[in-house]
């Protein structure tokens, strides 16, 4: 069964720092890739960055780039999101989503192409 739990969101002000992290089960973890999508109130929900398993090939979007850094801890079986820089425009709840069969490239990232969710974690960025 595949179980994806994310933690770390939280209040911070702008341009500051928060990590994410998504603990996965061992097959969620070590096949396809893992995901991190946002979606703020009355906005569409967004893929913001996801990573590999087979070689940590990584994709992010524009609006994170610079900013946002995905990581695995194969010890662990979790994923992280590094997100510094915090802009008014991030705050959203994110989730992170999995699928045995997905390959992160530069072509995108497409929720419809991921098979298991996390519950999600906020991320408010307040002065």
């Known amino acids: 069964q595949v179980q994806l739990v994310e933690s770390g969101g939280g209040l911070v002000q702008p341009g500051g720092s928060l990590r994410l992290s998504c603990g996965a089960s061992?097959?969620?973890?070590?096949?396809?890739?893992i995901g991190w999508f946002r979606q703020a109130p009355g906005k569409e929900r967004e893929g913001v960055s996801c990573?590999?398993?087979?070689?940590?090939?990584?994709y992010y979007a524009d609006s994170v780039k610079g900013r946002f850094t995905i990581s695995r801890d194969n010890v662990k079986n979790t994923v992280f999101l590094q997100m510094n820089s915090l802009q008014p425009e991030d705050p959203a709840v994110y989730r992170c989503?999995?699928?045995?069969?997905?390959?992160?490239?530069?072509?995108?990232?497409?929720?419809?192409?991921?098979?298991?969710w996390g519950q999600g974690t906020q991320v408010t960025v307040s002065s």
């Open positions: 989503a999995s699928d045995p069969d997905y390959y992160c490239s530069a072509d995108g990232l497409a929720e419809g192409d991921f098979t298991s």
């Open positions: 061992k097959f969620a973890f070590d096949y396809g890739a």
């Open positions: 990573i590999s398993s087979s070689d940590g090939s990584t």
